[in-house]
């Protein structure tokens, strides 16, 4: 494309997204040199940069994110970290070849395992110096460039010996967008952030037996800086906060009890207020205190009821990635092609997929739930392509799937879901028409274990978050919070459990969901935040299995006596 | 650096103990191991060697130990090895050398090197020196290494005991003193332990320090290595790895822009 096409091209097509709210107010508009060096070399290698006997770049990409980032940590009323750095991450893509087929998704053998495209990420300069920042995006494209060449020669060698089938393209077309929201960071001072860690994890030295409990926060902000050849300019805010409290101890048998919670917002300052933390906080040290006497559960197979962010835990883990579109890259060595694979919703489009009462949707725009900031929700994705709010599922029935700029069978085209390194949900939400007050639900489920002669069953309340837990073998989610529940409706707090593996057809059985919904929050990367909301739900049938964790004699000698 | 990667690495005590490592000095106590006119210290109380300062210098080791000068060969007779607190045969104390990287366990790590010797000439006069010895061995030229960036060398006896150096300015000096030294690129050292040893033939009288993070099991501690310019009748060399990239293909921005 040349010069003249890629202003063309923009001009036409340009619209402008406006109004979503910035971290704080936005002050006027101005260009930043960042922006200005970003423009002026992606145009001269646009126009300039060849190689003799090799295609050209036909799309290249930069993107300079500035962040300022938090950390700060605290065990059982001690401070252990509080940092805050500031940083400037550089991104360069450049693709050769064309839309349909071209340098992207493709892991050739001496780059196996190093990410399947021509891009690089490294360190950019903090001041807002023109000529050092064109500088390093000058090399940097250069590399990128070079890499791009060589990935598609391999790419262009591997296929002419493959059999087309299905022939997808590797990139759609979008018309380009600007979109400018930028926004002032104040950065935060970590010393009060470390204070309220040290306040939280205080909690956990109240009860006895606790052998540890920590209170870990982060906070990332700050800009995203983006540009491509395509036209498509971007200025948007970075804000990811998280928090996670978690506490251990050690039953008599040795297996460790331990609980957590996890919270992420935009911004710490969107964090519940600390009385609520704290009494959270003494919650889980009562439960985990409490959980060391409490018996081993059962393997069980039959109707399970999960509750609040129990059953967001598993919708997010089990559901929504069943909605993304994602195609794994090709290459070289097919032996050595990065796992993964399609969706298997793939081919289910138009078939029904959860219970008919149900629908689903994917709603980047929700920007508050009940009263409570939404921090998956975003105005543009990582490819710079508005957001859309996608209806997914009507009356049990698959629509269509999240997507990105990586086009998948009968899926064309982005619908603005293209983040963190693939398709992903902003916010998904899901509800039946059938659903029924919270209240009502566990007798609908005490009536479900009579009906199946089953002399009990498990009510899960919290399940840990992947990478939340370690040790504890091949499985499902692992369960935090269960109770063991008789027909009488008698509850009896259990641990060592966790899910079995949840098919795909699992959502076809679900039985019952509650009116109230719970809104969930979790992290796709340092930057990136992704929601649930959904109801508390009865499925017909899941799988509940012991943990195999290898467990660890208790300490020899009791714990020092506390001060 | 030639003496920290090709000695200093060879006598800490902690690689006398594993039966995997070469131990190329175990056997070697009380013979001699360096040309007589060499001796090495080992000395973390120095702090300067004229105006610079070493930064090998510490007042404790990592265990606790007060740092000591240990002179390690004197006149060219091995004597003892650096120690950390787990004895070898024939030495159970430490003398100071236990050291490593926060987060790390101490093992016994070198100090600030010392090279001393008692046959030391002008450094012009090794130039003499080495073109003699161009002319004996009927070489047109030799090589002169001025700088080095670093070094690494394995011990261990499942790998070739070998060691390289990385040099980063060298000149060629030609044996017809009329020919001006010229600088050249692209050559590393390299060779095996003993035989380098038995090359040294003599030293200059100008003392030069090398300070640097050496790497190992412990971590990165910081270190010194000393000494006058040495003069060796044979040494290999081969060529640096080279990257294959091309060179830019736009010519760097210029324009500053307004």
């Not at chain 1, 971290?23 to 960042?34: E, F, I, R």
């Not at chain 1, 629908?359 to 921090?375: C, E, M, Q």
Request: proline share 7%; aromatic share 8%.
């Amino acid at each position: 494309m040349s010069n003249r096409a890629l202003t063309a091209a923009a001009a036409a097509a340009f619209f402008l997204i406006a109004g979503w709210p910035a971290l704080s107010s936005a002050p006027a508009a101005q260009q930043s040199p960042l922006i200005g060096a970003m423009q002026d070399e992606l145009k001269r290698s646009m126009a300039e940069m060849r190689v003799k006997g090799e295609p050209p770049p036909y799309y290249i990409e930069y993107e300079i994110d500035d962040t300022w980032s938090l950390r700060a940590s605290a065990r059982l009323g001690a401070v252990v970290e509080d940092l805050m750095s500031r940083g400037r991450s550089l991104r360069v893509q450049v693709r050769v070849g064309d839309y349909s087929f071209d340098s992207s998704r493709f892991v050739t053998m001496d780059r196996a395992g190093s990410g399947p495209s021509a891009d690089a990420t490294m360190s950019a300069p903090l001041d807002d110096n023109y000529d050092v920042i064109r500088r390093q995006l000058w090399l940097a494209t250069d590399a990128a460039y070079k890499r791009a060449i060589s990935i598609y020669a391999k790419k262009k060698a591997a296929f002419q010996n493959r059999s087309a089938t299905d022939v997808l393209p590797d990139f759609s077309r979008e018309p380009p967008v600007e979109t400018d929201l930028p926004a002032a960071v104040a950065p935060l001072k970590s010393s009060e952030w470390a204070a309220r860690a040290r306040q939280i994890s205080a909690a956990f030295t109240s009860e006895s037996g606790i052998e540890t409990g920590d209170a870990f926060l982060t906070d990332v902000r700050g800009t995203s800086y983006y540009l491509n050849s395509e036209g498509f300019k971007a200025v948007t805010p970075i804000a990811m906060a998280f928090m996670r409290v978690s506490a251990e101890a050690q039953a008599p048998d040795g297996m460790t009890v331990r609980d957590l919670f996890t919270i992420v917002e935009n911004r710490l300052e969107d964090l519940p207020p600390m009385s609520d933390l704290l009494s959270r906080a003494r919650r889980l040290a009562a439960r985990v205190s409490e959980g060391r006497a409490a018996p081993i559960g059962e393997d069980f197979t039959g109707p399970i009821l999960l509750e609040g962010t129990a059953s967001a835990e598993v919708i997010r883990q089990a559901l929504v990635p069943l909605m993304l579109a994602r195609r794994p890259p090709d290459a070289e060595n097919p032996r050595f092609a990065p796992g993964g694979q399609s969706t298997p919703f793939l081919t289910r489009i138009g078939l029904r997929v959860l219970s008919e009462s149900f629908s689903a949707s994917d709603t980047p725009s929700l920007k508050a739930f009940d009263g409570r900031p939404v921090a998956g929700a975003y105005a543009i994705d990582d490819e710079a392509v508005p957001a859309k709010d996608v209806r997914l599922v009507e009356k049990g029935r698959l629509l269509t799937l999240l997507t990105s700029r990586t086009p998948q069978k009968n899926l064309p085209r982005s619908n603005g879901h293209g983040r963190a390194g693939g398709a992903q949900a902003g916010v998904f939400q899901m509800q039946s028409l059938l659903a029924i007050p919270a209240s009502e639900l566990k007798a609908k489920y005490l009536e479900l274990l009579k009906v199946q002669e089953k002399p009990f069953g498990y009510i899960v309340r919290a399940v840990a978050g992947p990478g939340d837990v370690q040790g504890t073998g091949p499985g499902g989610p692992v369960i935090l919070e269960a109770v063991k529940v008789t027909p009488d409706g008698k509850e009896e707090p259990v641990r060592g459990l966790r899910l079995g593996g949840i098919p795909s057809t699992a959502f076809r059985d679900i039985l019952e969901a509650s009116k109230e919904r719970t809104l969930f929050s979790y992290r796709l990367n340092f930057a990136t935040a992704a929601s649930v909301v959904v109801p508390n739900l009865i499925f017909e049938e899941l799988d509940i299995q012991r943990t195999r964790e290898i467990g660890q004699k208790p300490p020899v000698v009791p714990p020092p006596a506390l001060n | 650096v030639f003496f920290h990667e090709i000695f200093g690495h060879r006598v800490e005590a902690s690689r006398q103990r594993n039966s995997d490592d070469s131990q190329t000095f175990s056997g070697k106590l009380n013979q001699p191991v360096l040309p007589s006119f060499l001796s090495v210290v080992f000395d973390p109380t120095l702090q300067k060697i004229g105006n610079i300062e070493l930064m090998g210098h510490y007042a404790f080791d990592d265990e606790g130990m007060k740092a000591r000068r240990v002179t390690v060969v004197e006149k060219g007779t091995l004597k003892t090895f650096l120690m950390d607190r787990a004895p070898v045969h024939g030495f159970d104390r430490s003398n100071g050398h236990g050291r490593a990287e926060p987060g790390y366990l101490p093992v016994s790590r070198q100090s600030n090197l010392v090279v001393e010797s008692s046959k030391t000439v002008s450094n012009d006069r090794l130039m003499d020196l080495l073109r003699d010895e161009m002319r004996k061995q009927h070489k047109p030229f030799g090589l002169l290494f001025d700088n080095i960036e670093g070094g690494f060398t394995t011990t261990s006896r499942g790998s070739a005991n070998a060691f390289n150096v990385l040099p980063n300015v060298v000149y060629k000096v030609y044996a017809d003193e009329s020919r001006a030294p010229e600088l050249v690129r692209g050559v590393d050292l390299i060779g095996t332990p003993l035989t380098a040893f038995a090359k040294i033939m003599a030293t200059g009288d100008k003392v030069e320090v090398f300070n640097g993070v050496c790497g190992a099991e412990s971590g990165g501690v910081p270190v010194s290595a000393s000494s006058p310019p040495l003069l060796v009748s044979e040494v290999e060399v081969q060529k640096k790895a080279q990257s294959q990239e091309t060179p830019p293909i736009l010519p760097a921005p210029t324009q500053t822009r307004k």
